[in-house]
Structure formats: structure tokens, C-alpha cells
């Protein structure tokens, strides 16, 4: 018998994340210098050069444990946010704040709720526990969210053995969103044992007047957990730094599983440095909303659907044609993301990029198609 039979069996089975094609592979491999990466939602504005200046003082002292309470971050996202400091778990990521949320409360007696075409890590952080998943089916294709979150059918796969439900909104790849009014009626319907996850990764990113802000409803439910990160719109993805809101009961809890120093000292520093420059985030607002439309208006003008998104990609229907379009974007030197690994054989997922990656890609897919 070999050493591998021996790992856990969910651990075996387990397929690992595929992420965006990184740019230095591609250029490698064509031998390029100007290779464009639309493929992991990454903010082409960069980041704040207030996060700039506080890196290099921060670098100077690598040397130190980083603070293993973030302290400075929490106070500054307590003040932003309007929580208290012991509301706050800090993630290497946000990715990292789910892990935990799975981790404290899944094993193989438990179970998982998640929508289909629900973010991939979700599908991972349960099965690494050895949990069940109950995947609800999403909206069909003709709903005004196609291929989003079906709440109702999330509530109807609740079993007695469910103890986390992960809820994207947006979605990631989708880009589907969900209304606070249903969002809340949702909430209030979910037995209070169970842990909700709302992942409002994209949160900075919205724009509509229906789009709730999660954090008002955890006075009312201590069972809620909100997610969000530094990884999109503050453009330090790099850094790997998220977090969650929560009860301080369960921000108690994450913190007895979480890795003592998950947050690391240039990650601390950025994110802090990150948080005070507004006009930033929304100049990357408005840049993102003119990209989309952008976007919008060329598939359009080319008869290519797309599903309407919230957050700071668009996920295009090329049908059949999907994979040779990668390809032949790659080729060009233009990564963008397939979505098979969601069985969505038939979309391509495209990050908003700047006004001159976007119109590259065009002039691309011009040719391609
Ligand atoms: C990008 C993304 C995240 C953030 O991941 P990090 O670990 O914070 O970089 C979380 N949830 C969704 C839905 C995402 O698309």
C-alpha cells in the first residue's frame, strides 16, 4: 500500500483550483513581452500609491513576526466599517476566511448548502472537510439573473445536517447578484444553528440601489458571517489579504483555528494604507463601470450574449466556439478564463481591463471570430 492510500479520501479526491494563466507563463511561452491577463479579475488600475509608500517602509522590518492580532487593520476596519474589533477575523485572502468558516464547522456528519455556479472554493473547503454538498440548482438561463443564486431552491435542499450555507453575491463567474429585500427574507427563514456566508467580494465594486450591504444584519442575526477582500478592488491580490464580520462569538471561534500569523506584515500595512485612499477605490469604480459598458456595447454590436454582472468581469456565451476562442486569445497573447471547470463549457469569463487591453482584446477577437 502506498503512502497516498493512506490520505483522507476526500483529500484524494479533491481537484485542485485551476487559477488564471499567469502572464509570465504566457509571455514565456510565446516568447512575448506584452502579454494581457483578463483572466482573474484583477483591478487594471493597480493599487493606491499610498499603498506603495507604506510597502517600502513596511519591507524594512521582514525580519518581525507581523502582528498576529492585526491590531492597526482592524481598528482602521472597525472604523470604516462601523463593527467592533472583535467582529473581525483577518484571512490570508478571503479564500483563507471561508477555509476557516469550513473548517469550524464541517466534518463528514455535517452538510453544506451552495448554489450551482457558485464560486469553486466553496465545493473545496467542503469536501477538504469530508462534508456533504447540497447543491441547489440556479436560475435558468431566461431569469433576470441567469445562472444566479435560486434562493428558494437553496432553502429547499436544507437538511438537518446542514450547518453552512455559502451565498456569492455577486456571484463569481456569473456575475448574478441578489436584491436586499430577498437576501433578508432569506436570512430570517434559515434556522439560526445555521451559519450564513455571504461573500461580498466585489462588494466595492457595485453600483445598484437593490444591492445590500450584508453588515446591517448582524445586530439581528449572530449566525451571519460577511466576507470581503483586498484582492479586487484594492488591486493587492498579491498580498493575499481578506476578512470576515461576524458575531464576536464567532469571530472567537475563527480564531482558534485560524494560522496565529495569516496576515502578513506587507499585507497589514497595504491593507491599512489601502483603506484611506477613497478616491482610489472610486476612481476604480467608475473606470470599471465605463469598462463594462464598453464591453457590453461590442458584444452587443457582435450578437454575443452575456450574463449582466454586478462586479468587474463579464462572463460571454461563445457556445461552441468557446475553447478555440481561448486558445486563439492565448495565441495572441490575451489570457481571459474558461469556465468549464463550473460545466460552463460555453462561456468565457473576461475581466474588465483598461480602455487599451479591452480594445486589444477586441481587436483580437475581431480576427478570432
Ligand atoms: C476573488 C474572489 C474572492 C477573493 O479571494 P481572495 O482569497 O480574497 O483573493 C472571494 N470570493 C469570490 C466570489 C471571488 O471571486
Known sequence: MSVIDSALSQIRQLQPYSP?????????????????KLASNENPLGFSPLVADVLTRASKHVELYPDANAYYLKQRLAQKLGVEQNQI????????????VARSFLDSSAAAVYSQYAFMVYAMVVQACGAKAQVAEAMGSDAAQPYGHDLDAMRAVIADNTAVIFIANPNNPTGTWLESDKLKSFIEQVPEHIVIVIDEAYFEYVDLERYPNSLQWLDQHPNLVVTRTFSKIYGIAGLRIGYCVSSPELCDLFNRVRQPFNGNTLALAAAQAALDDDAFVEQSRRSNQQGLQFMQAWFDKHGLDYIPSAGNFLTVRFGGDSARVYQSLLERGIIVRPVANYNMTDFLRISVGSKPQLEQMFAALENIL
Open 89 to 100: 477575523t483577518i484571512g490570508n485572502g478571503s479564500n483563507d476566511v471561508l477555509d476557516l
Open 20 to 36: 488564471g494563466k499567469p502572464v509570465e507563463e504566457l509571455e514565456r511561452e510565446l516568447g512575448i513581452g506584452n502579454a494581457i
